[in-house]
């Protein structure tokens, strides 16, 4: 089933000085289930992308459609995750993670059950009632994942989600959120500039051009490897690296 | 692991060692503090009438005990409590409502900025004229002190409010309203709490200045006309009373703030 697409959307950005073309005719489909990577060089618009799709902003131009609906303003079917975890210092793990349900004023026994159950799964139970400075870096990315998923969204939006990590974590950090998508069963679009962890993660990878950002190319990736520190073992990664780290260069 | 046990045990004792010391010594300045002012009034190395010394300060203090030594403080102390309790209310109520529009942030800003390098003891003789020549006077002087500070450092604190953490919330469909009281307001504790330090010493400036201009009662008042009659044990019995209220003051914030820091909201 088709989850997202995105029809000949282009947005410009208005300030006093000029009109900027941020992304121009991005015609782009997401089928439930993928994992898709989007890169290009940094400033092209990747951000953006991830702004419109999620309702945090109007497309000048095109349509975008999540399960067969046009996107009016941010809601539950997607989910935003961001560089830092943003988690709230004064709440607790628990408290966090259930900030979007609280937003939503939707905080049935269900949701809370659904949430306790993510945390008992992902090894964030015993940690319910710490805040987040008592946490490790891996496990705070792991909780900003888990908030995310506490609103069921149908969409995962990862804005270069590991790049404040350190790069051993960011490893292992990838590996684990990796393993909870897939288990979640959840379509994910990641935006990143780090080509070799887009290789690692993605079934599919967008190219995108220097600004305006366009489509340049689209690759399938198709290592067989379970996690995405398996991939990077294994020596079709390097191909797959040189090939999109060479389109992204020219 | 004994080792490591003692080693810690060590530590801690080392740790409250060091505590035990910092808190004699304190005291003992105080002490030598005291003394050499009683001592080198005695031996007549000061002239007392000038300085004063610690045993007129206590003399002095009985003898205003029987001349309404409670009233002054209660004046004085109502003054101020009022002054700072009515700025930081409706100064953190004005920086909310600057937050919550540009607009009305933009088009006050010079107003604000003006406001803040006056001198607010100009506007006595005004403030005097307007609100009449009593304790309300007074009052309005301490909010105008306190008022403006409050507003630009809790509007500082709202608006340093992580981006990120915004856009987070707006991407879960968050209202403003909602952005406010689940995150602005909280993470902004921090600077309310140091607001509310500084309001305390603001508050003791305007409270005393508004008495040196216009009073009946209170300790400004003693202090003032103890400096006309040239009685300096009245003018050293106040300002110790002062410093003492001042401080209880302090503690009773650090205490709200303690309380601040235990609990999660």
Request: proline share 3%; net charge positive; hydrophobic share 45%.
């Amino acid at each position: 089933m088709e989850i997202l697409k995105m029809n000949n959307v282009s947005l410009t950005y208005q300030t006093v000085e000029q009109e900027t073309k941020a992304i121009e005719n991005i015609t782009l489909s997401i089928e439930d289930g993928e994992f898709i990577a989007l890169v290009g060089p940094s400033g092209c618009g990747k951000t953006t992308i991830l702004s419109l799709i999620s309702g945090l902003m109007k497309p000048s131009g095109g349509t975008i459609t999540l399960m067969g609906k046009p996107v009016e303003r941010p809601g539950s079917e997607t989910g935003y995750m961001l560089q830092r975890d943003m988690l709230f210092e004064w709440r607790t793990i628990e408290k966090n993670i259930l900030l979007g349900p609280e937003i939503h004023r939707n905080l049935s026994d269900e949701v809370k059950g659904k949430a306790e159950d993510l945390l008992k799964k992902y090894g964030l139970w015993e940690f319910r009632d710490r805040y987040p400075g008592q946490l490790s870096g891996g496990m705070r990315q792991r909780a900003a994942l888990i908030r995310t998923l506490a609103l069921d969204p149908k969409l995962l939006l990862l804005d270069e989600p590991f790049s404040a990590l350190d790069f051993q974590t960011r490893l292992s950090v990838c590996n684990d959120v990796y393993e909870i998508i897939k288990s979640e069963k959840k379509t994910a679009l990641l935006v990143t500039h780090d080509i070799s962890e887009a290789v690692s993660l993605a079934d599919r990878i967008v190219v995108l051009s220097a600004r305006p950002a366009v489509v340049k190319k689209t690759f399938v990736i198709d290592i067989d490897a379970p996690t995405p520190l398996k991939r990077r073992e294994k020596s079709e990664f390097g191909k797959w690296f040189d090939t999109i780290w060479k389109e992204v260069s020219v | 692991m004994k080792k490591q046990k003692s080693e810690h045990e060590l530590f801690i004792y080392k740790n409250r060692n060091r505590k035990i010391k910092i808190i004699v010594v304190q005291v003992l300045i105080l002490i030598c503090f005291l003394g050499l002012w009683e001592l080198a009034a005695q031996l007549e190395w000061i002239d007392s009438f000038i300085t004063s010394s610690p045993s007129r300060v206590i003399k002095m203090l009985g003898e205003l005990k029987e001349q309404g030594l409670w009233k002054h403080i209660g004046t004085t102390l109502y003054e101020c409590v009022i002054g700072f309790a009515v700025s930081t209310a409706l100064g953190s109520l004005i920086a909310v409502a600057l937050w919550w529009s540009d607009f009305l942030r933009k088009v006050l800003e010079p107003y604000i900025v003006v406001l803040n390098s006056l001198p607010k003891i100009a506007l006595g003789p005004i403030i005097i004229i307007w609100v009449g020549a009593d304790a309300k006077a007074i009052i309005m002087m301490t909010v105008l002190i306190c008022i403006i500070v409050t507003i630009i450092s809790t509007l500082g604190g709202l608006m340093a409010t992580d981006e990120g953490k915004i856009l987070l919330m707006r991407s879960m469909g968050a209202t403003k309203r909602q952005i406010l009281t689940k995150l602005v307001l909280p993470g902004s504790v921090p600077t309310f709490l140091s607001v509310l330090k500084i309001n305390v010493g603001l508050a003791w400036v305007g409270t005393i200045m508004g008495e040196y201009l216009v009073s009946g009662a209170g300790l400004g008042y003693l202090i003032i006309y103890g400096g006309q009659v040239f009685k300096l044990d009245l003018v050293m019995t106040s300002t110790v009373i002062l410093c003492f209220l001042a401080a209880v003051m302090y503690f009773a914030v650090a205490l709200v703030e303690r309380f601040f820091k235990k609990r999660s909201f």
